[in-house]
């Protein structure tokens, strides 16, 4: 059969990794989230921490321990620029080369975007509500519940900076994505039994 591809757009504490993972066992096909960033410098011949600091933020200002400049430094924010761009193009490109290989699941990262223009997409967005990401925040990173909150309400407006500045599209809005849930309404399980029948209806058969 054609080749296909899920992307999985998340709100922090959301379960979106792990619908990715379960989707990966049910459909044997690659799911890929961090892994993007080590493929990423492997084939730049770049440190993953360059990665690591871009990941999912269209912020600039983290450049200047890297690149030695203080934040007066004439031109700064035009470096900066093109640092990111470049690690945009980078990452954009692992995961367009994993794309023309195989089948796959790709978390975050404007990947939606990134594969527009490939076949056989479906776009996927999962949300929750704050209690429960709170709870699997805590969960997850050992955080207290205030230290929850604010990790969650920062990587919320990184992500969201991050995919509306790279994309033309409004993180988290139903229509930049072909199929919504809430995990706080619907388990794990659920939500990737759907998205798995979704994908045969839309991709086996239409193969057949």
């Known amino acids: 059969?054609?080749?296909?591809?899920?992307?999985?757009?998340?709100?922090?504490?959301?379960?979106?990794?792990?619908?990715?993972?379960?989707?990966?066992?049910?459909?044997?096909?690659?799911?890929?989230?961090k892994e993007l960033i080590r493929l990423a410098s492997r084939e730049s011949g770049m440190g993953k921490e360059f990665f690591e600091e871009f990941d999912e933020k269209s912020s600039y200002s983290s450049w200047g321990k890297y690149l030695g400049?203080?934040?007066?430094?004439?031109?700064?924010?035009?470096?900066?620029?093109?640092?990111?761009?470049?690690?945009?193009?980078?990452?954009?490109?692992?995961i367009r080369g994993l794309a023309e290989k195989e089948s796959g699941i790709f978390i975050g990262r404007c990947a939606d975007y990134i594969l527009r223009n490939f076949q056989n997409c479906?776009?996927?967005?999962?949300?929750?509500?704050?209690?429960?990401?709170?709870?699997?925040?805590?969960?997850?990173?050992?955080?207290?519940?205030?230290?929850a909150r604010i990790r969650i309400?920062?990587?919320?407006?990184?992500?969201s900076s991050y995919y509306n500045f790279y994309s033309n599209k409004t993180w988290g809005l139903a229509s930049s994505y072909d199929l919504c849930f809430n995990s706080s309404f619907m388990s794990i399980e659920e939500i990737a039994e759907i998205i798995e029948e979704q994908v045969k209806r839309k991709f086996y058969m239409k193969s057949d």
């Open 153 to 159: 309400e920062r990587c919320d407006k990184q992500r």
């Open 122 to 147: 479906l776009r996927v967005f999962i949300s929750a509500d704050m209690k429960d990401r709170i709870k699997q925040v805590i969960k997850d990173e050992n955080l207290t519940e205030k230290e």
């Open 69 to 94: 400049f203080s934040s007066g430094f004439m031109g700064y924010d035009e470096v900066s620029y093109l640092c990111n761009e470049n690690l945009f193009k980078i990452q954009s490109d692992v």
């Open 1 to 33: 059969m054609e080749k296909y591809f899920i992307t999985i757009g998340r709100q922090l504490g959301s379960g979106g990794k792990r619908i990715g993972a379960q989707l990966s066992q049910r459909l044997n096909i690659p799911s890929y989230d």
